[in-house]
């Protein structure tokens, strides 16, 4: 009897529960000092360094085609690291002067910045690392001047991912203390200590010299533990939710998706990526068309907002 329903593929679609369109999509971006660079690694094929002359032409290209949102992570080298991350408070540092040529040349394009450490300190962590360990409060302060240095360059969204305690709380008296009462704040509420980061960091340059990040990322055993971080992070005043990553983390985005009337965001990580990108390059699996199903997948599970690094590819897709 429900055979009729699958008939053909315009009723198929007609009766489809689950649709995507470039308005829920985020893409995003790294982006390097210099200029004319587009660099790509091996463990991340398709994605790419970018200089922001060539960080601009590209947003301007993808903004044209309908993906309006973008995501920001800065890629420095080794010699401008330090033990506080103080990389990331410079006013002109790459991040600040991307955000402020996308705002000149593609103004529209709503702009996100990630708020975090790792890229910047020496140790790699996420956080400021004393006697081996991430201090909590040293962290949540630098971390909040990250994120006003972010909301003065012009970026609509600052995301704050060091699954710092309090970082959200801190991030909200300093852009109010300054002004910034419409910035709004997307935190990742909701991120695991997964192995799906690997491309990230070896784009990003921005893995942990020592140790890993389960003293302050969360375990992938538990799903209530996600549940009380959104919770903390709506009563500190966030903005929009985070579950990271996507893809094995279904259940925890449905969960928080019924428990909370807060946007919701997921984030298909790196990982998620590369292992179907590879996949396809060896002719195992249809790029496409897997990643259509792992982003209906997503879509379907709860999330409103999806990031992806699929997002540059999907207008030619849907
Ligand atoms: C920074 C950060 C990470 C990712 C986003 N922000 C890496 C990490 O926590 O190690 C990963 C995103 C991806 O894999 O695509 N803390």
């Known amino acids: 009897m429900m055979r009729r329903l699958r008939r053909n593929s315009g009723i198929r679609d007609l009766i489809a529960e689950t649709k995507i369109c470039l308005d829920d999509f985020v893409m995003p971006f790294f982006v390097v000092e210099g200029n004319n660079i587009i ?108 994120a006003l240095n972010y909301a003065k360059s012009g970026a609509d969204i600052v995301a704050p991912s060091a699954m710092a305690d309090f970082q959200v709380r801190e991030i909200r008296k300093v852009l109010y203390e300054n002004g910034f009462d419409n910035t709004l704040i997307m935190s990742y509420s909701a991120k695991y200590s997964s192995n799906f980061y690997g491309p990230f960091r070896d784009i990003a340059n921005s893995s942990p ?9 969360m375990d992938y055993r538990n799903i209530k533990q996600a549940l009380v971080e959104v919770e903390r992070d709506i009563q500190e005043g966030v903005d929009i939710v985070m ?64 990031i992806s690094y699929w997002a540059k590819d999907l207008p030619g897709w849907i």
């Open 39 to 146: 660099q790509e690694i091996s463990s991340f094929p398709g994605i790419f360094r970018y200089s922001v002359d060539n960080l601009v032409k590209e947003i301007k290209r993808i903004w044209e085609l309908g993906i309006k949102s973008v995501i920001l992570f800065g890629v420095v080298d080794e010699c401008n690291k330090d033990a506080l991350g103080s990389y990331a408070i410079r006013d002109n540092n790459v991040v600040c002067k991307a955000i402020k040529l996308i705002k000149d040349k593609v103004p529209e394009v709503i702009v996100i910045s990630d708020v975090c450490l790792c890229s910047y300190t020496s140790s790699g962590h996420c956080g400021i690392v004393d006697n081996g360990i991430v201090d909590n409060s040293k962290t949540v302060e630098i971390l909040s001047k990250v």
């Open 209 to 217: 010299k020592f140790g890993d990040r389960k003293t302050y990322q």
């Open 243 to 306: 579950v990271k990553p996507a893809l094995a983390y279904l259940d925890v985005i449905r969960e928080v998706k019924n428990t909370f009337n807060i946007p919701l965001a997921a984030y298909s990580v790196s990982g998620e990526y590369s292992m179907v990108k590879v996949a396809s390059q060896c002719g195992i699996l249809n790029e496409k068309e897997t990643a259509l199903e792992i982003l209906m997948s997503i879509k379907r599970a709860g999330a409103d907002i999806i």
